[in-house]
């Protein structure tokens, strides 16, 4: 059974700083690319960020120079490093591991007050 779990998730003032995590499970992790959407009210969910299995990363372009994408084989774990967050960057945030498959985490709210 895969899981995605996200987590670092919560409340910060513009200008701060948060560490998402997403640790996965059920999968051969390096095989997978791994991404991060967000999803803020009324609107449709978009891509972040997104890291392959070889450590290629590619970011929208609202977020970068602000946010970095990591992961770490060893703990089937990928990372996304905010910072100078933004009021407009308030949303829930998921987690995607695609390969043959795509899956989704349960997504966790980042909420960047002004």
């Known amino acids: 059974q895969v899981q995605l779990v996200e987590s670092g998730g919560g409340l910060v003032q513009a200008g701060g700083s948060l560490r998402l995590s997403c640790a996965a499970s059920g999968v051969i992790f390096s095989l997978y690319s791994m991404g991060w959407y967000r999803q803020a009210p009324g609107k449709q969910r978009e891509l972040v960020a997104v890291i392959t299995s070889g450590g290629s990363s590619n970011y929208a372009d609202p977020v970068k120079g602000r946010f970095t994408i990591t992961r770490d084989n060893a703990k089937n774990t990928v990372y996304l490093q905010m910072s100078s967050l933004k009021s407009e960057n308030t949303a829930v945030y998921y987690c995607?591991?695609?390969?043959?498959?795509?899956?989704w985490g349960q997504g966790t709210q980042v909420t960047v007050s002004a």
């Open positions: 995607n591991a695609r390969y043959r498959n795509s899956y």
